[in-house]
């Protein structure tokens, strides 16, 4: 019951069997001027019902003359396609595009009309961003792909297309720059992806559950991006892009553990403001991880380390706190996600409401009833506003939960347990591959050549060979500008 | 437990090759050897420092010499090649109880360490458990992880014998003069003293046929073997300017006395995060020694794993510091007899095999032309 009958009654038969349930289905029996009879069918919703009306049946019932090839049909519609089993005619409909029967011919013709609705280009949430560009993308693959196009109009940025999920057939696309990428990263990334065997993928965050060289480590190994000119960045500089169909965020690969503290808009500021930048993020990565802790193990266990003076005050504001610091600690680190989370999950106005009812009055009151100490608040806060500076979303959220096992190792072991909390990290950090290219690269393996863009970002006519922390192949990116130093290009 | 390595996982760059052997020989011996030296030499150590030096890099190329005929050989391969099955089988045997030892006495002395300068109160054998943990980590990945490693600790401690420069405050470069004044014997004696703190440089023998760029293996003992003397260099001028003969007789520790001197407006006393941050480099000379040790024995009963051995090396460490808790001087003969062992296979054993490696090619040329 596979192939497509010349019946047209019995396809008709097939398809309310098949779609039986789908009120959203329309069966639109018409005859042509020939008066040969033909059926259309489409999900209301899904396609583009000008473009039905008017380049389909219009031509169709108005002058047509006898269809003896489908292929040859007086519509006028962009791309069209014969098939001529049921599977894909399912398929097809199912992403929005119509298909017309004429009897008489055991194939049918798929039409590319869809029209689904759709949010907006607009700008991207997770990724503002000052100087650059403030198109973000949206949840139809299509549409993203285009936006890359617009910035990277090149013949070599290739696109590989694979579907994925039994039920759901998303489709994912692996774009990239087929002379710079390292030939062995696109085929890994193929021999991963086509292994995945589920139902559906919904979303990129999904994918890289199966895609990770390490699933059961914390950090995250793809990064993943709203705009597209950050993954046209990362395509120059000799990475994979995947873009999957539903959902608004693109992967990229292969990353290390310093380009989750790069931005694109570093590119678009005066070269010592966006070093100035860096250096900060990398300063903010310490706080995030190793402030508390030490507050921790100095109050808990090595207080001759700080200075008279500051002792004095810190005694003063922690002698009415019933509790030891790790418990404090907890206590503000703990209120601080939570008020977080709930200023995410609430609309905007009410959650800038939860920003001061917790800001304000909690942290207020705890030190005003003894509960927490003034400075563990200051300490808890700086903590939280340097875990917001560190630009990545997924980084950011792993580094906030990487902190609290160095909490508890500090309580117990005072600087001995940050110490070796913090060999533990770099050591995983080291031992970590993803996609065939170790994480801690150019820090671990130490490689001086792309340090020009790590910590800090020399001025981009210095920039002269792509990073090679991706392997690419190619790694010329400009030759020699402002030769001489002083003038203009070559002036 | 997971794959066996393959050689890949042990393909080693020359900066890993050169800061693994750096950071291997920088170890417990600099906190101590100011005062090391002023017992033997008074303030003309450095001239001792020098000669010490010339030595250790005559011994490491040496070394690639005698290795370079084999590249594909570790040092556990090149002994059954060179002296047949059973002395070759007792030589590795004597090599991996002389890395293990080391790792071992490295081990016990930070211990001791921590437990002087950071945490008093905390027991031996809970420091035991916590510092097996990275080590093990760091052993498990093969040379890879070890030369990142040291390629790391290189990044996040060279700021280490820089901030020693604070005690040139109030120097006394009187002190240096006369040169020569406790005789050039004495200078000649505690040249043995300095040899010991090179010791490191011989983990050579299983780098080099890991090392990408062989060519460079020499440049690369040669800048290792300098930066470790410059490293000495700092903590002892430094030492010897701030502090009189007599005084720097007293203090056990007088590189970390040194420190002492230093008063930031936020930190008192940062000779206890000094020290705490110091174990990162302690770490570095231990891992690579029980990675030598862990190899030789995978090699010696040919099995597929190393990890079998680290595993049951730092389990046996764990059970020996809740059955015994050395005291300082323990540790110092422990110190000692390390020092003998590395005196004999470091430095003569490589000039030894150097001679016998020529011997060796010159009578199978004379038997098979």
């Known amino acids: ?50 473009s039905i009306t008017h380049d389909i049946l219009r031509p169709l019932i108005s002058e047509a003359e006898a269809i003896k090839e489908l292929s040859n049909a007086p519509v006028t519609v962009g791309r069209v396609q014969t098939v001529s089993d049921w599977t894909q005619v399912e398929i097809s409909l199912f992403t929005g595009k119509c298909v017309l029967f004429v009897d008489g011919i055991a194939e049918a013709l798929i039409m590319f009309t869809q029209g689904w609705p759709q949010r907006a280009i607009s700008e991207p949430q997770t990724e503002s961003t000052i100087k650059g560009a403030h198109q973000g993308f949206v949840e139809t693959g299509e549409q993203n792909i285009a936006l ?68 059961f480590n914390l950090l995250p190994q793809f990064q993943t991006t709203e705009r597209p000119d950050a993954a046209v960045a990362h395509l120059l500089q000799g990475r994979i892009a995947l873009v999957v169909d539903h959902s608004p965020t693109v992967l990229v690969g292969p990353v290390t553990f310093v380009s989750f503290f790069q931005t694109v808009d570093d590119y678009s500021h005066r070269w010592l403001v966006a070093s100035f930048l860096r250096a900060l993020r990398f300063v903010a990565l310490l706080i995030t991880i190793f402030l508390p802790a030490s507050y921790i193990s100095l109050i808990a266990f090595h207080f001759e ?67 927490v100490s003034n400075i563990m608040v200051i300490i808890v806060a700086l903590t939280a506003i340097s875990s917001f500076i560190i630009p990545d979303f997924d980084m950011a959220s792993s580094l906030r939960l990487i902190r609290f096992p160095f909490m508890i190792a500090a309580s117990l072991f005072g600087l001995i347990g940050i110490v070796i909390s913090m060999l533990l990290l770099v050591g995983f950090i080291m031992s970590m591959r993803t996609l065939g290219i170790p ?11 792309d340090w020009k863009d790590i910590f800090v970002r020399f001025p981009l006519f210095m920039l002269k060979q792509r990073p090679r922390s991706t392997n690419a192949t190619q790694l010329r990116r400009q030759g020699r500008n402002r030769k001489g130093g002083q003038g203009g290009n070559g002036a | 437990m997971r794959r066996p390595l393959s050689p890949e996982d042990h393909k080693i760059s020359f900066t890993q090759f050169v800061f693994t052997i750096y950071k291997t020989q920088i170890g417990i011996g600099i906190l101590t050897l100011p005062r090391d030296l002023v017992e033997t030499t008074g303030t003309d150590g450095w001239i001792s420092l ?56 490295m081990l016990l002395w930070s211990i001791h360490l921590t437990q002087v300068w950071v945490l008093p109160a905390i027991s031996s054998p809970t420091l035991m458990f916590l510092f097996v943990l990275p080590i093990c980590l760091y052993t498990f990945h093969g040379l890879k992880l070890v030369g990142r490693f040291g390629e790391f600790v290189y990044l996040i401690s060279f700021w280490m014998p820089l901030s020693l420069f604070w005690g040139l405050k109030d120097a006394h470069w009187l002190n240096f ?36 760029e062989k060519k460079r293996a020499i440049q690369g003992v040669v800048f290792a073997n300098t930066l470790a003397l410059i490293t000495y260099s700092i903590a002892t001028v430094i030492s010897f300017l701030q502090f009189s003969e007599e005084t720097l007789k007293e203090y056990v520790w007088p590189s970390l006395v040194l420190l002492k001197l230093i008063r930031l407006p936020f930190v008192e006393r940062f000779e206890i995060i000094f020290v705490a941050l110091y174990l990162v480099i302690l770490f570095a000379t231990i891992v690579p020694y029980l990675y030598m040790a862990a190899m030789g024995a995978n090699r010696l009963l040919r099995t597929k794993n190393h990890r079998y051995y680290t595993i049951a090396f730092l389990a046996g460490c764990v059970v020996l510091s809740v059955l015994f808790r050395p005291s300082f001087w323990q540790l110092q003969w422990m110190g000692r007899q390390y020092g003998k062992a590395g005196f004999l296979l470091a430095f003569l054993f490589p000039v030894f095999l150097w001679l016998w490696g020529i011997g060796y090619r010159f009578i199978r040329k004379e038997r098979h032309p």
Request: charged content about 15%; aromatic content about 8%.
């Open chain 2, 177 to 212: 003069l006369p040169i020569g004044h406790n005789g050039w014997v004495n200078i000649i004696l505690a040249v043995k003293t300095t040899l010991l703190s090179f010791l490191g440089f011989e983990l050579a023998f299983i780098l080099y046929p890991y090392l990408t």
């Open chain 1, 439 to 449: 994480y801690g690269i150019p820090v671990a393996p130490l490689d001086m050549r």
């Open chain 1, 1 to 50: 019951m596979n192939h497509l009958s010349t019946s047209l009654a019995d396809n008709l038969e097939t398809a309310q069997h098949l779609f039986c349930q789908s009120p959203d289905l329309v069966i639109r029996p018409f005859q042509l001027k020939s008066e040969q009879r033909a059926l259309l069918l489409y999900f209301e919703g899904l396609v583009d019902k000008v």
């Open chain 1, 148 to 215: 890359i196009r617009r910035y990277l109009p090149n013949h070599e940025l290739k696109l590989n297309q694979y579907i994925i999920g039994k039920r759901v057939r998303s489709t994912m696309t692996l774009l990239y720059l087929s002379d710079i990428v390292k030939p062995d990263l696109v085929k890994e990334m193929e021999k991963r992806l086509q292994s995945i065997d589920v139902d559906a993928i919904l979303s990129t965050g999904e994918l890289t559950d199966y895609l990770d060289d390490h699933p």
């Open chain 2, 50 to 105: 020098l000669i010490g030096y010339a030595i250790a890099v005559t011994v490491s190329i040496l070394i690639i010499a005698a290795m370079s005929k084999y590249p594909n050989d570790t040092l556990y391969e090149l002994l059954p090649r060179l002296f047949g099955a059973w002395i070759g089988g007792g030589l590795s045997l004597l090599w991996i109880g002389y890395a293990a030892g080391g790792s071992l006495v």
């Open chain 1, 305 to 371: 380390v700080l200075p008279f003076k500051l002792l004095l005050s810190i005694g003063e504001s922690r002698a009415r706190v019933p509790f030891p610091p790790i418990i404090e600690a907890f206590l503000m680190e703990i209120s601080i996600e939570m008020l977080r989370e709930a200023g995410l999950r609430l609309p905007g106005p009410v959650g800038q409401t939860i920003g001061v009812v917790g800001g304000i009055v909690i942290g207020q009151a705890a030190v005003q009833a003894g509960i």
